[in-house]
C-alpha cells in the first residue's frame, strides 16, 4: 500500500494553500475549498448511488488539464470524471489509499495552479505574496 493522504490530510494540505479558505454552499457534507472567491476543490463523503462502496471513501474533486485529466483516468482506477462537475476538467479523486501522496499532492497543486492562472494579474500577484 503507498504512502497516501486521508481526508484530514488533504483537507489540511488544501487549506496551507496561499488565500484558501473554506465553504459549505452545498451543506455541511460537502466541504469547498476557494483561492480568492474560486473553487478548486471539494472534499465529501462519496456517492452510494455511483456504485458500491463508494459512500465509505472521501472523494476529491479537483480541476484538472483536459488531456492530463483522461490520462489519470487511465492510470489510477481510483480517478473518475468529477461527480457533479464538467467532466472534461474535473476529476474525482476517491481516497480509498490507492494513491501515493506525492501524487495527491501535484494533483492539488495544480488544481489551485489552474484556478489562480485564470485570475486578473492583481489576485495572481496578491496570491504570490502571501505564499
Known amino acids: 500500500m503507498p504512502d497516501t493522504l486521508n481526508a484530514q490530510q488533504v483537507e489540511q494540505y488544501l487549506l496551507s494553500k496561499p488565500e484558501t479558505s473554506l465553504y459549505y454552499p452545498f451543506g455541511d457534507d460537502v466541504k469547498v475549498f476557494k483561492v480568492k472567491s474560486?473553487?478548486?476543490?471539494?472534499?465529501?463523503?462519496?456517492?452510494?448511488?455511483?456504485?458500491?462502496?463508494?459512500?465509505?471513501?472521501?472523494?476529491l474533486n479537483l480541476k484538472c488539464d483536459v488531456n492530463e485529466a483522461v490520462m489519470l483516468r487511465d492510470i489510477f482506477p481510483a480517478i473518475l470524471p468529477g461527480y457533479h462537475m464538467h467532466k472534461a476538467s474535473w476529476n474525482s479523486v476517491i481516497l480509498d489509499g490507492s494513491i501515493p501522496k506525492g501524487e495527491l499532492e501535484r494533483m492539488?497543486?495544480?488544481?489551485?495552479?489552474l484556478i489562480v492562472s485564470k485570475m486578473t494579474k492583481k489576485d495572481q500577484q496578491s496570491i504570490q505574496i502571501h505564499g
Open 38 to 59: 474560486k473553487m478548486f476543490a471539494t472534499l465529501a463523503l462519496g456517492p452510494e448511488s455511483v456504485f458500491k462502496g463508494a459512500s465509505e471513501n472521501f472523494w
Open 108 to 113: 492539488m497543486d495544480n488544481s489551485f495552479k
